[in-house]
């Protein structure tokens, strides 16, 4: 993608702003994005159902460090078309959150899914428990592994408590998504997402294009300085 030229009627940003959007905008934005195409890609949303977000998707500016929305704000006031995408972005993730949150509700809540829950808790009795940390309801158990489905985690790794529950399970719990009252939301869930991975490919193109176009133009390099890695 191609950018444009800055839309706007005063003097254009010179090369200590520039080295600024670079430093502050551009590289954290890059970073960000490359983090959520990898989990989009995975189809893991990173959906938490006690904190009520997705972990590692979030709008533009909770990519950025302290303060750097400012500098985020100033380079779209002068590439509006990039601040639509953004805003496209944006909007896009809040979709994804609001799906995977009705989907979380819907598998808590599906039939299919308590029945597999009661089969496992009436296999492993009081030792159920054991397997969720310093969680003890019964209702936080269920959101637990109805995350795991949300995200479509297929193993976890051995520094999660509730990893030998689920490596284990997995298969029984994962079994509850056919049922048909799952469907939809689970459709719903995985186009919310495919629409947010195209909007980060966009975005992300749109911005290392501009970045190679500001750094050309005004003589600034991508790489203010170069650390030699070796000793």
Same mark, same amino acid.
């Given at each position: 993608?191609?950018?444009?030229?800055?839309?706007?009627?005063?003097?254009?940003?010179?090369?200590?702003?520039?080295?600024?959007?670079?430093?502050?905008?551009?590289?954290?934005?890059?970073?960000?994005?490359?983090?959520?195409?990898?989990?989009?890609?995975?189809?893991?949303? %990173? $959906?938490?159902?006690? +904190?009520?977000?997705?972990? *590692?998707? /979030?709008?533009? @500016?909770?990519? =950025?460090?302290?303060?750097?929305?400012?500098?985020?704000?100033?380079?779209?006031?002068?590439?509006?078309?990039?601040?639509?995408?953004?805003?496209?972005?944006?909007?896009?993730?809040?979709?994804?959150?609001?799906?995977?949150?009705?989907?979380?509700?819907?598998?808590?809540?599906?039939?299919?899914?308590?029945?597999?829950?009661?089969?496992?808790?009436?296999?492993?009795?009081?030792?159920?428990?054991?397997?969720?940390?310093?969680?003890?309801?019964?209702?936080?158990?269920?959101?637990?592994?109805?995350?795991?489905?949300?995200?479509?985690?297929?193993?976890?790794?051995? %520094? $999660?408590?509730?990893? +030998?529950?689920?490596?284990? *399970?997995? /298969?029984?719990? @994962?079994?509850? =998504?056919?049922?048909?009252?799952?469907?939809?939301?689970?459709?719903?869930?995985?186009?919310?997402?495919?629409?947010?991975?195209?909007?980060?490919?966009?975005?992300?193109?749109?911005?290392?294009?501009?970045?190679?176009?500001?750094?050309?133009?005004?003589?600034?390099?991508?790489?203010?300085?170069?650390?030699?890695?070796?000793?």
């Amino acid at each position: 993608m191609k950018p444009r030229k800055p839309n706007h009627r005063t003097k254009g940003p010179g090369p200590n702003i520039i080295r600024a959007w670079f430093d502050t905008v551009f590289y954290n934005s890059l970073q960000g994005l490359a983090t959520e195409r990898d989990f989009l890609e995975r189809k893991n949303w %990173t $959906y938490r159902f006690k +904190r009520r977000r997705l972990e *590692y998707i /979030g709008r533009m @500016a909770e990519h =950025l460090p302290f303060r750097a929305n400012e500098n985020l704000d100033q380079f779209l006031s002068f590439y509006p078309e990039t601040g639509q995408l953004v805003a496209e972005h944006d909007n896009a993730v809040g979709r994804l959150f609001e799906v995977c949150a009705a989907f979380h509700t819907a598998i808590v809540g599906s039939p299919s899914f308590c029945r597999i829950f009661d089969e496992v808790e009436a296999e492993l009795g009081a030792e159920l428990r054991n397997n969720f940390g310093a969680y003890s309801e019964r209702a936080d158990f269920q959101g637990i592994l109805g995350e795991y489905l949300v995200n479509n985690v297929v193993e976890l790794p051995d %520094t $999660y408590a509730t990893s +030998r529950l689920w490596n284990h *399970y997995r /298969g029984q719990f @994962a079994r509850a =998504l056919s049922a048909p009252e799952l469907a939809g939301p689970k459709q719903a869930t995985e186009a919310a997402g495919q629409v947010l991975l195209e909007v980060v490919g966009k975005l992300d193109a749109l911005l290392r294009a501009t970045m190679l176009q500001l750094s050309l133009e005004h003589d600034v390099p991508l790489v203010a300085e170069v650390v030699s890695g070796r000793e």
